[in-house]
């Protein structure tokens, strides 16, 4: 009698065991009895049937899925070797389950021909420059194929993009043939500005000779910093140094001497002396005066 007692015992907690099931926060239960749909479980306890029912459990949680590299030809005939990676998670757990036998493998297979796909309709430069186009154009068509699934993709990024080599060097020197342009682009548009100022600065000196005379004793004395070198003038920068000498002198002249003294005649003396006249600047003493 306590061997049966046992004996059910255990039976019992087998069953109960069996017939027990916990559904985490994160997954939703589908439940099948004798091979149909009857319910979906929500997170918690779930009570079934033993050998009857059978209970599966999808993660609504989302899902990252590395696209293997493969190799895509360009629009421009240019071979690049591509790897992304995808975001998805379930919305339908029941179609998840009922409509596709793995649908983690299905969406890894679609996502590598949708990339190969979308990336050979542009040009290199667009896959480079126009990513976020293309990981748009990739989540769109992504998203009509798994909607049936009960699955949506929430993100498609390009993870990586490898050229071969001779097409590094190419857009190398391309990059470089480029700078070289901006380069003498912008000291030609510093040749055209100076060779402007210069034509202004001309027509002042041309204006004022004697702002081109005072610019070329400048250009003396700058080339008077340098030592151990032998300087020829020619003639007329001589003459015309020596001509602003000259002026200058008579400017400091003209400005050093004093002003001239002011006479005036305080009366005219109309008398005739007679005698000889002095010569040493003495006043000469009053003669006769003469009778009529």
């Known amino acids: 009698m306590i061997i049966l007692v046992v004996v059910l015992l255990v039976v019992a907690v087998i069953l109960l065991s069996l017939s027990v099931r916990v559904v985490t926060q994160y997954e939703k239960g589908v439940l099948f009895r004798l091979g149909k749909v009857v319910a979906v479980k929500d997170p918690g306890l779930a009570v079934i049937i033993p050998v009857i029912d059978r209970l599966m459990k999808v993660s609504l949680r989302i899902v990252t899925m590395p696209i293997q590299s493969q190799g895509i030809i360009t629009r421009d005939n240019v071979s690049v070797d591509i790897s992304a990676v995808a975001y998805f998670r379930v919305l339908d757990a029941v179609k998840s389950v009922i409509a596709i036998e793995n649908v983690h493998a299905a969406i890894n297979q679609i996502a590598q021909t949708t990339l190969r796909k979308v990336v050979g309709q542009h040009t290199l430069d667009q896959a480079l420059s126009e990513t976020d186009t293309i990981n748009a154009d990739i989540r769109k068509i ?18 990586d993009i490898q050229l071969p080599d001779s097409m590094k060097r190419a857009m190398a020197r391309q990059a470089e043939a480029e700078r070289e342009k901006r ?26 000779p004697l702002a081109l005379q ?13 030592k151990n070198t032998t300087i020829v003038f020619p ?15 008579r400017e400091n002249a003209a400005s050093a001497s004093p002003p001239h003294p002011v006479s005036t005649t305080i009366g005219a003396d109309t008398s ?5 006249r002095p010569t040493n600047g003495a006043v000469p003493e009053p003669g006769p005066a003469e009778t009529p």
Not at 235 to 249: K, Q, Y
């Open 235 to 249: 003639a007329p920068l001589m003459s015309a140094i020596g001509e602003l000498g000259a002026f200058l002198a």
């Open 214 to 226: 005072l610019r070329n004793l400048q250009t003396l004395v700058e080339l008077g910093v340098e």
């Open 142 to 159: 992504l998203d009509i194929a798994t909607l049936e699934w009960g699955v949506e993709v929430t993100l498609v990024e390009l993870k």
């Open 272 to 276: 005739t002396r007679t005698g000889p």
């Open 183 to 208: 380069a003498k682009i912008i000291a030609a548009e510093g040749e055209s500005m100076a060779a402007a100022a210069l034509g202004e600065a001309s027509d002042t000196m041309m204006a004022h």
